[in-house]
């Protein structure tokens, strides 16, 4: 029987050399034997520290560089101003956009809202993110109604009407024992149910629905109609459908977004779903054609003349809309509404009929008027005659001028300009290094703060309103 010896390796040739080490992480020993050289040789030089992949892939991690007292503040202030800068940079040409707005949120209650890649999962950050938009929505739009809709266990129920007061949504979304997450969603079922809801609204307003899906496919109900059918429905209705998904690109459903006018995006983290969702938020633009009300009165006018053989002309087909502005009733005794039945104090009549109403805007449940406040119609217009966009100030331009030391908007004094270095002083993403951003009509400088709000929220420029 042999005896064991003792391993010793032999010597290892280069060829074997290169095949170990290439199995090894990090740069290959062939670079340095030939590749490296060569590419320099050739004007083509790498980093022999990388993979050629690692070259063209960039590091989130490598834009946040330490300043000379080792400190990250500066840097996330820079991301911070980035973000607010791309926020308050909107399109400020002026679009026909839809003012009465009817948006369907159809929310996928399936078991996929339990997962847990959002912390704490799903549901909870859906939930928390649709209460914060609903109020901005109806901010931001408020002649629009909303309704919600959910899918679960394979079916759809309608579990906010359409309607006009964020204060019953809001009520109905902090109620999550109605809302527990079972089952799969049928996406079908979902958008032939938002049909039917909006089936008996004007042609005048614009017709939405937005989906927020979590899961990855859709479970939809036997039968002659599919769901390119219903697709096909929604084209001839012009229902806009937006779908946000929350876990991959599903096929169907960028195919809905895309043929109905929509928007479609996968939520790569908390931050990008919040983005995603405020973007449906300003009323989308109308593709439609040349309106015909401009200069109905003349139209008119000259409609109603005789011509020379005693025949009046045409009247000219006209999209006007009939509102009514109410009455507001004074908190005295309770009386009944016509909205609800229900005895409540105060509210509002219709101009029409004389019903008692709770809430307006919103559609007279006797004579089918439209009832909107004044307030609301002046704020609708917002987005018609939008804001333009600021100008950014360089370092030169403040130097060279007079300008204020403080803020227009809130008088913050703007940091000093003789102390700004000379590697930050470039405009990078819209950023101006100096804090400033300028109106082009006013000529009054605001800060990065006052620049958002003016923008997002207040949409008017104070030094031009004054």
Same mark, same amino acid.
């Given at each position: 029987?042999?005896?064991?010896?003792?391993?010793?390796?032999?010597?290892?040739?280069?060829?074997?050399?290169?095949?170990?080490?290439?199995?090894?992480?990090?740069?290959?020993?062939?670079?340095?034997?030939?590749?490296?050289?060569?590419?320099?040789?050739?004007?083509?030089?790498?980093?022999?520290?990388?993979?050629?992949?690692?070259?063209?892939?960039?590091?989130?991690?490598?834009?946040?560089?330490?300043?000379?007292?080792?400190?990250?503040?500066?840097?996330?202030?820079?991301?911070?101003?980035?973000?607010?800068?791309?926020?308050?940079?909107?399109?400020?040409?002026?679009?026909?956009?839809?003012?009465?707005?009817?948006?369907?949120?159809?929310?996928?209650?399936?078991?996929?809202?339990?997962?847990?890649?959002?912390?704490?999962?799903?549901?909870?950050?859906?939930?928390?993110?649709?209460?914060?938009?609903?109020?901005?929505?109806?901010?931001?739009?408020?002649?629009?109604?909303?309704?919600?809709?959910?899918?679960?266990?394979?079916?759809?129920?309608?579990?906010?009407?359409?309607?006009?007061?964020?204060?019953?949504?809001?009520?109905?979304?902090?109620?999550?024992?109605?809302?527990?997450?079972?089952?799969?969603?049928?996406?079908?079922?979902?958008?032939?149910?938002?049909?039917?809801?909006?089936?008996?609204?004007?042609?005048?307003?614009?017709?939405?629905?937005?989906?927020?899906?979590?899961?990855?496919?859709?479970?939809?109900?036997?039968?002659?109609?599919?769901?390119?059918?219903?697709?096909?429905?929604?084209?001839?209705?012009?229902?806009?459908?937006?779908?946000?998904?929350?876990?991959?690109?599903?096929?169907?459903?960028?195919?809905?977004?895309?043929?109905?006018?929509?928007?479609?995006?996968?939520?790569?983290?908390?931050?990008?779903?919040?983005?995603?969702?405020?973007?449906?938020?300003?009323?989308?633009?109308?593709?439609?054609?040349?309106?015909?009300?401009?200069?109905?009165?003349?139209?008119?006018?000259?409609?109603?003349?005789?011509?020379?053989?005693?025949?009046?002309?045409?009247?000219?087909?006209?999209?006007?809309?009939?509102?009514?502005?109410?009455?507001?009733?004074?908190?005295?005794?309770?009386?009944?509404?016509?909205?609800?039945?229900?005895?409540?104090?105060?509210?509002?009549?219709?101009?029409?009929?004389?019903?008692?109403?709770?809430?307006?805007?919103?559609?007279?449940?006797?004579?089918?008027?439209?009832?909107?406040?004044?307030?609301?119609?002046?704020?609708?217009?917002?987005?018609?005659?939008?804001?333009?966009?600021?100008?950014?100030?360089?370092?030169?331009?403040?130097?060279?001028?007079?300008?204020? %030391?403080? *803020? #227009?908007? @809130? +008088?913050?004094?703007?940091? /000093?300009?003789?102390?700004?270095?000379? &590697?930050?002083? =470039?405009?990078?993403?819209?950023?101006?290094?100096?804090?400033?951003?300028?109106?082009?009509?006013?000529?009054? %400088?605001? *800060? #990065?703060? @006052? +620049?958002?709000?003016?923008? /997002?929220?207040?949409?008017?420029?104070? &030094?031009?309103? =004054?």
């Amino acid at each position: 029987m042999p005896l064991d010896s003792n391993y010793t390796p032999a010597v290892e040739d280069e060829e074997e050399d290169d095949i170990l080490d290439d199995d090894l992480p990090g740069p290959s020993s062939r670079g340095k034997k030939g590749g490296i050289a060569g590419n320099k040789a050739n004007g083509k030089g790498k980093d022999p520290g990388r993979h050629a992949w690692e070259a063209e892939y960039k590091k989130s991690w490598d834009i946040v560089q330490e300043d000379e007292s080792g400190s990250l503040e500066s840097a996330v202030e820079s991301l911070l101003a980035r973000g607010r800068r791309k926020r308050a940079l909107m399109a400020d040409t002026p679009l026909r956009r839809s003012i009465i707005r009817h948006l369907f949120i159809i929310l996928d209650l399936s078991e996929s809202m339990n997962d847990k890649d959002y912390r704490p999962t799903r549901f909870e950050v859906i939930l928390g993110y649709l209460r914060s938009y609903v109020v901005e929505w109806f901010d931001q739009n408020p002649l629009g109604q909303i309704g919600i809709i959910m899918m679960r266990d394979r079916l759809s129920e309608v579990l906010v009407p359409m309607g006009g007061n964020p204060q019953e949504i809001l009520s109905v979304l902090s109620d999550k024992r109605k809302l527990e997450p079972s089952g799969e969603p049928s996406l079908q079922n979902g958008l032939v149910m938002a049909k039917g809801g909006m089936s008996h609204l004007p042609t005048t307003s614009s017709l939405e629905t937005l989906i927020i899906f979590s899961s990855i496919s859709t479970a939809d109900p036997d039968g002659p109609s599919t769901i390119h059918t219903v697709l096909q429905d929604l084209v001839t209705n012009e229902i806009r459908t937006s779908i946000i998904a929350l876990a991959g690109e599903i096929k169907i459903c960028k195919q809905i977004s895309e043929r109905t006018g929509g928007k479609f995006g996968v939520a790569l983290d908390q931050d990008h779903l919040k983005d995603l969702m405020w973007e449906t938020i300003p009323p989308p633009a109308t593709t439609i054609s040349n309106p015909t009300t401009i200069g109905v009165r003349n139209a008119l006018a000259a409609a109603s003349a005789t011509g020379k053989n005693g025949v009046t002309g045409k009247t000219p087909v006209g999209d006007l809309m009939v509102m009514g502005f109410p009455i507001q009733l004074p908190l005295g005794g309770e009386t009944l509404c016509a909205c609800h039945g229900l005895l409540k104090k105060g509210g509002y009549l219709c101009p029409r009929c004389g019903s008692k109403l709770c809430d307006v805007p919103t559609d007279c449940e006797v004579c089918g008027l439209m009832v909107v406040s004044s307030p609301h119609l002046a704020r609708s217009f917002w987005f018609l005659f939008p804001v333009a966009n600021y100008g950014v100030l360089a370092v030169e331009e403040v130097m060279d001028s007079s300008t204020s %030391d403080t *803020c #227009a908007g @809130c +008088d913050v004094e703007f940091p /000093d300009v003789t102390s700004i270095e000379e &590697g930050v002083a =470039q405009v990078e993403d819209g950023v101006s290094p100096t804090g400033r951003y300028r109106c082009a009509k006013c000529r009054n %400088d605001f *800060c #990065a703060d @006052c +620049d958002l709000y003016i923008h /997002d929220t207040l949409h008017t420029c104070p &030094g031009c309103s =004054q």
